[in-house]
């Protein structure tokens, strides 16, 4: 049997109801399992994850998905994290039994649904990206969901799949496969944007940091904290207390204490061999956290 994963991220963190009705949706679905779910006020986001047959969680993700597409209006989204659409990223994780390739296919076959269905722009990046230039979805969301219309007046920024403009209330999709990775936010006890911008700067690959981590600093508003937001694409080459300290070292530096720390999502039990929850203060966080808690081990296996 092949499991993949999915862990579509949506543009809304603050209506409940909203979120619980995606996350009810998926669940409908015979076959799929949902593993977490979690929502962000600052950040106006929530993101799902569940898993299943290929089949299974194809029908799911169209289901949460096409839940959200009637929920969510992107003409009245405010937040901090970046975002192109009402379903702003749908990355296919290939788990048990499947290989890169099942989740590719998956996602490819999702998107074109999807765009299709909801007459919305898709962007395929990531295993899935039909070109080299598409594989950063960083790329792609530059210029968010306000600077679409310009974006795709670039014969360049033509879309994988559906329309070739952005759907006025659903924005885009981008729809990808990627490995498991671990997306790890730090508090600074600190509203200064530019310390977490520089921060930020510091640890990602991209600007000479560490290799497979991606990071932004942001404001929480609501707080009025400033935050590192990042995601580690592959924990055993950086690991999660490696970003830690190197980010509480950075802080410390301009005379700043990290207020906490939280994850999004789920994590696998081997990425915290050498540290504990307490050391990287971790809020919310329980066994439950840990993917191999919420689902046999086995299934957590990747090819």
């Known amino acids: 049997m092949k499991i993949i994963e999915c862990i579509p991220n949506f543009s809304e963190g603050r209506d409940a109801t909203v979120v619980a009705a995606i996350g009810d949706a998926a669940a409908s679905v015979a076959g799929v399992r949902v593993l977490d779910f979690s929502m962000d006020c600052d950040h106006n986001r929530s993101v799902l994850t569940f898993i299943g047959t290929s089949e299974a969680v194809l029908e799911g993700a169209l289901a949460a ?88 007046d670039d014969p360049a920024w033509k879309p994988d799949t559906g329309p070739a403009k952005p759907n006025s209330h659903l924005g885009a999709t981008a729809v ?84 906490e720390s939280e994850l999004i999502g789920l994590i696998p039990r081997a990425a915290l061999k050498d540290i504990t929850p307490g050391e990287l203060k971790l809020v919310d966080f329980s066994d439950g956290r840990i993917i191999e808690n919420r689902c046999p081990v086995s299934i957590y296996q990747v090819e």
């Open 65 to 152: 998905c096409g839940r959200a597409a009637e929920l969510i209006d992107m003409r009245n989204h405010r937040g901090c994290h970046p975002r192109i659409g009402a379903v702003d990223v749908v990355p296919f994780v290939p788990l048990e039994g499947a290989k890169m390739k099942d989740a590719v296919e998956t996602a490819h076959r999702f998107g074109r649904a999807f765009a299709e269905r909801h007459a919305v722009p898709v962007y395929f990046y990531g295993e899935a990206a039909l070109s080299q230039e598409r594989r950063k979805l960083a790329d792609i969301r530059r210029g968010q969901y306000e600077g679409l219309g310009t974006k795709m």
């Open 176 to 259: 990808g496969a990627r490995k498991p990775l671990i997306a790890f936010n730090i508090n600074l006890d600190s509203d200064d944007i530019e310390l977490a911008r520089k921060i930020a700067r510091s640890v990602r690959h991209s600007n000479g940091g560490f290799s497979h981590v991606q990071a932004l600093g942001l404001l929480l508003e609501r707080r009025n904290i400033v935050q590192v937001s990042m995601n580690l694409s592959d924990y055993e080459v950086t690991s999660i207390r490696t970003v830690f300290e190197a980010v509480r070292e950075k802080a410390a530096e301009e005379g700043v204490n990290i207020l």
